[in-house]
């Protein structure tokens, strides 16, 4: 039997089942389609079989780590949430996603990574409380840097030098994008009718981060929320796909353990080992730094008795 498909991806958080714009991508596809997946939500890439997420690990031993190369082996794999879709409404697939990461995705980054109120009060403290030490001391740096190239890239050369002036423009375009989301949709349950398609799973995850995060400085939220059918729509799949992870209280009684909930094995272990890590480098660092110094006596020692040396001590201790 051959082995099951693997998911890794950024745990959930602010109601969410994943707080990365990506996996909730992928996985919002996977639950539209069924796809037999078991699930990591982890807060540590580096145990990702690809050191990033998402990372989709297939049965047959194969890694992919790019959302839409896994969203395409899916579909090879006959998880196809646009089996039924006719060739207009595939086009207009295409030109949506690229609309998407033209003029959302942009602003997305801007208002989680380079916003300063927002990356300090809510992005960076997300990932700083929720990373394994030592990486959330670096790793919530490197991230935001990542994302400030990626974002130089999408706005390209002609790209306005004034700051505010970008900002403005960036913006502008965003809530026009909004907007056009909201006329597309109308009253529909989803963009193409009564069944999701990769269309919504793309256009939920940009939405849900948006409409979730308790943002400090929401330009973009205020206007999202003024957009009625965008937000219903949202709720809509939050309650429909993920009914716990949604949620923002979770129910009182336990759930049976799933592939998608799982608790990380030997996790008190890791925390503790963590913990008697970050005591042995401050203690070496005491040592080192001559802010402690230890003073050894010669021990007394009876006659015919033989001295043990430190290594044997240990052993003994």
Same mark, same amino acid.
């Given at each position: 039997?051959?082995?099951?498909?693997?998911?890794?991806?950024?745990? @959930?958080?602010?109601?969410? #089942?994943?707080?990365?714009?990506?996996?909730?991508?992928?996985?919002?596809?996977?639950? /539209?389609?069924?796809?037999?997946?078991?699930?990591?939500?982890?807060?540590?890439?580096?145990?990702?079989?690809?050191?990033?997420?998402?990372? !989709?690990?297939?049965?047959?031993?194969?890694?992919?780590?790019? #959302?839409?190369?896994?969203?395409?082996?899916?579909?090879?794999?006959?998880?196809?949430?646009?089996?039924?879709?006719?060739?207009?409404?595939?086009?207009?697939? !295409?030109?949506?996603?690229?609309?998407?990461?033209?003029?959302?995705?942009?602003?997305?980054?801007?208002?989680?990574?380079?916003?300063?109120?927002?990356?300090?009060?809510?992005?960076?403290?997300?990932?700083?409380?929720?990373?394994?030490? #030592?990486?959330? /001391?670096?790793?919530?740096?490197?991230?935001?840097?990542? $994302?400030?190239?990626?974002?130089?890239?999408?706005?390209?050369?002609?790209?306005?030098?004034?700051?505010?002036?970008?900002?403005?423009?960036?913006?502008?375009?965003?809530?026009?994008?909004?907007?056009?989301?909201?006329?597309?949709?109308?009253?529909?349950?989803?963009?193409? @009718?009564?069944? #999701?398609?990769?269309?919504?799973?793309?256009?939920?995850? $940009?939405?849900?981060?948006?409409?979730?995060?308790?943002?400090?400085?929401?330009?973009?939220?205020?206007?999202?929320?003024?957009?009625?059918?965008?937000?219903? $729509?949202?709720?809509?799949?939050?309650?429909?796909?993920?009914?716990?992870?949604?949620?923002?209280?979770?129910?009182?009684?336990?759930?049976?353990?799933?592939?998608?909930?799982?608790?990380?094995? $030997?996790?008190?272990?890791?925390?503790?080992?963590?913990?008697?890590? @970050?005591?042995?480098?401050?203690?070496?660092?005491?040592? !080192?730094?001559?802010?402690?110094?230890?003073?050894?006596?010669?021990?007394?020692?009876?006659?015919?008795?033989?001295?043990? @040396?430190?290594?044997?001590?240990?052993?003994?201790?």
């Amino acid at each position: 039997m051959a082995a099951p498909m693997e998911l890794f991806c950024w745990s @959930g958080g602010w109601g969410l #089942p994943s707080v990365d714009l990506d996996s909730l991508a992928v996985l919002t596809y996977a639950r /539209f389609t069924g796809a037999p997946l078991k699930v990591h939500k982890i807060t540590n890439p580096w145990r990702s079989p690809s050191g990033t997420l998402p990372a !989709l690990q297939t049965s047959h031993g194969e890694v992919i780590s790019v #959302p839409h190369k896994i969203i395409t082996h899916l579909r090879k794999e006959k998880y196809n949430a646009d089996y039924d879709l006719s060739a207009r409404q595939g086009a207009d697939t !295409l030109a949506f996603m690229s609309l998407l990461e033209e003029k959302l995705l942009p602003v997305l980054i801007h208002t989680f990574w380079v916003d300063a109120k927002n990356y300090v009060e809510v992005t960076r403290k997300w990932y700083a409380e929720a990373m394994p030490f #030592p990486l959330n /001391f670096f790793l919530p740096g490197r991230m935001q840097r990542q $994302y400030m190239e990626r974002l130089q890239l999408l706005c390209g050369e002609h790209r306005p030098e004034d700051e505010e002036e970008l900002e403005k423009e960036l913006y502008q375009e965003a809530r026009e994008c909004l907007t056009l989301l909201s006329q597309r949709l109308g009253s529909q349950k989803f963009f193409f @009718g009564d069944a #999701p398609a990769s269309l919504d799973a793309f256009v939920f995850s $940009y939405l849900a981060l948006l409409q979730q995060a308790k943002l400090p400085s929401g330009k973009l939220q205020a206007h999202l929320r003024g957009l009625h059918n965008l937000c219903a $729509y949202c709720t809509h799949i939050l309650s429909l796909y993920f009914p716990w992870e949604g949620a923002e209280v979770p129910p009182p009684c336990q759930t049976p353990a799933s592939p998608e909930n799982e608790e990380e094995p $030997y996790r008190r272990r890791n925390q503790i080992l963590s913990v008697l890590a @970050g005591l042995a480098a401050m203690a070496g660092y005491a040592l !080192l730094s001559g802010i402690v110094s230890i003073q050894r006596a010669p021990p007394a020692r009876a006659p015919g008795t033989r001295a043990l @040396g430190m290594a044997e001590e240990d052993e003994e201790e």
